[in-house]
């Protein structure tokens, strides 16, 4: 396996703030977190709206542009310094038609994908801002470390200020029963 994909990879770095795609661009690349930390957003007039951030060890792309070739609605942006092992399209797709271990992993890949922004979907609309900060919190405890509180604030879907506050709800101590 990795004598087929050592010579189709691109190690790419990236600085902090750094733009890795840009809207209205076609992704042209799948890449793997390697190092670091990456939102992608898409944007209504000034107002930015995150739609994942992701770290060491996840995928992210503009998937609606890589797979289907047309324009991206989405930037995809490194939040700190990051090195991003990406594969492009016509590599990707060369290498799922070369074996059929390969195209299993993809479909794999794909489904794991689509599972995780279902249950993220389903948070936006059945949890309440509150228990959604909660469980980011619970669940997220690095990331919520290294992210600036207004991205994870419009990534969770919740106003600056009600994030401020729920995030003061974790300096209170709880009693014990």
């Known amino acids: 396996m990795k004598k087929e994909l050592l010579p189709i ?28 930390l ?3 957003y898409y944007k209504t007039g000034e107002e930015e709206h995150i739609v994942q951030i992701s770290r060491e060890g996840h995928l992210i792309s503009a998937q609606e542009s890589f797979y289907t070739r047309t324009p991206s ?3 995809v942006e490194a ?3 990051s090195v991003l092992i990406s594969l492009t399209f016509d590599d990707m797709e060369r290498l799922f038609a070369s074996s059929h271990s390969f195209e299993r992993l993809g ?5 794991h994908t689509m599972v995780l922004k ?8 059945m949890q309440s801002p509150r228990d959604r900060f909660l469980n980011f919190v619970e669940n997220h405890q690095e990331t919520l470390q290294r ?3 207004k991205y994870l604030a419009s990534y969770l879907n919740i106003k600056p200020e009600t994030f401020s506050r729920f995030k003061h709800l974790l300096r209170v101590k709880r009693p014990t029963l």
């Not at 733009?19 to 690349?29: K, M």
């Not at 479909?107 to 489904?111: E, K």
């Not at 279902?118 to 609309?125: A, E, F, G, P, V």
Request: net charge positive.
């Open 79 to 81: 939040i700190e310094p």
């Open 38 to 40: 990456i939102r992608k």
């Open 73 to 75: 609605e989405y930037f």
């Open 118 to 125: 279902d249950k993220w979907q389903t948070s936006l609309i």
């Open 107 to 111: 479909r794999l890949v794909t489904v």
């Open 9 to 36: 990879i691109t190690l790419r770095e990236f600085a902090k703030k750094q733009v890795i795609t840009q809207a209205g661009d076609v992704e042209n690349y799948m890449n793997f977190i390697s190092k670091g």
């Open 147 to 149: 992210v600036p509180q």
